[in-house]
């Protein structure tokens, strides 16, 4: 959250409470429509010397979406994950992960409570990408700004833009469009 709806680009400091994956799908309903969605949160830990991610709490997650995915009753994962280092943290999944199950990753450009957030409509897009089945096989992606990319070729290309994720030299591989998920391109 930010400290008032005008501020997309300083949020998340101290005395402004966070909104929680619970938080997430209570906003929005909608996800009832696509999904049965159970949140897991492993978000790491806090008050540490660095603010950044370790790699143990990557290899924690990781660990995790392997268990999530070898679970009969799950078909798909949304990772949701800040965007400094969503690109690199998605293409360690990506080689770390064994499933043929979709993993999404996705974020924000701008806080949830952030005037025209982007939020809400990625996190809704990446759970149809998740859910959808012709999502199978290919890998870790993200999806953002409706776009759906690898995560081996997907790239942060600004701190300001909401259409800040590219796949560099290959493009996007599909688009959550408002009336179905589309694939132009299988990832080899």
């Known amino acids: 959250r930010a400290a008032d709806r005008i501020n997309i680009t300083a949020y998340g400091g101290r ?85 043929d199950k979709p993993i999404v990753f996705v974020g924000s450009q701008r806080p949830w409570s952030g005037i025209s957030g982007d939020g809400p409509l990625n996190l809704y897009n990446a759970v149809r990408v998740a859910a959808s089945p012709l999502a199978r096989g290919k890998g870790v992606l993200q999806c953002m700004n409706q776009l759906i990319n690898t995560a081996r070729d997907v790239t942060k290309t600004s701190a300001y833009r909401v259409e800040t994720f590219k796949g560099i030299d290959v493009g996007a591989i599909g688009y959550a469009d408002p009336d179905r998920i589309v694939f132009y391109r299988e990832p080899t």
């Open 15 to 99: 005395g402004v409470p966070r909104v929680d994956p619970q938080d997430w799908v209570h906003d929005l309903p909608e996800l009832a429509n696509v999904a049965g969605v159970t949140t897991d949160d492993q978000r790491s830990p806090q008050g540490r010397a660095d603010s950044g991610e370790a790699l143990e709490d990557m290899i924690k997650v990781s660990k995790r979406l392997n268990e999530l995915t070898a679970d009969p009753g799950v078909d798909g994962v949304v990772v949701t994950h800040g965007t400094n280092t969503m690109a690199e943290v998605a293409y360690y999944m990506n080689l770390t992960v064994k499933t």
